[in-house]
């Protein structure tokens, strides 16, 4: 049995699906998903310890991995910190990194790590038959309702052909 290939997520991409009421679905996908513990404790709605129980993966660094996570800091000034350690674990684990954020996409590209957005995740729960097309875009039109930053063109896109 081949292993799964995990995704680490970010807090934004949490939140989304949070909005949407994707949670459960998401763990679903082919993959292990894996949330960095920092986020984790940062995340109040919904609550860290809430994704836990419900299967999301606990990642940490050693104490050791922290001068890393220094030399990232002082290598990019926009990402967080906590978004910093969801690219260092992508790296280290050599998964995907699932972020909207800019910035910490074109760190994650400088360092190699292959990143997706919250696009990609639906967009990979419709192709497995997790929700349906309809489901799809009922759930993207909540995250855009709660102030979701995402491209415009993009989701139109995806509006049409999941209503289709």
Known sequence: MTELKKL???TSICIDLH??????AVLQLQHKIGLPDVIIAELEEPAGELLLKIGFIEESISGEETKDIFALRNKYASPSTNDLIA???????????????N??????????????GLLWLIDEMVKLDI???SQAA?????IIDEGSWLPKNECEDRF???RS
């Not at 260092?88 to 998964?95: E, F, I, P």
């Open 8 to 10: 680490i997520l970010d």
């Open 138 to 142: 009922k759930a993207l039109g909540k």
């Open 19 to 24: 909005h949407g009421k994707l949670l459960k």
């Open 160 to 162: 049409k052909k999941w």
């Open 131 to 133: 929700l349906t097309g």
């Open 103 to 116: 910035a910490l996409r074109n760190a994650a590209k400088q360092e190699g790590v292959t990143t997706h």
């Open 87 to 101: 690219l260092y674990l992508s790296k280290r684990n050599a998964c995907y990194l699932i972020t909207g954020d």
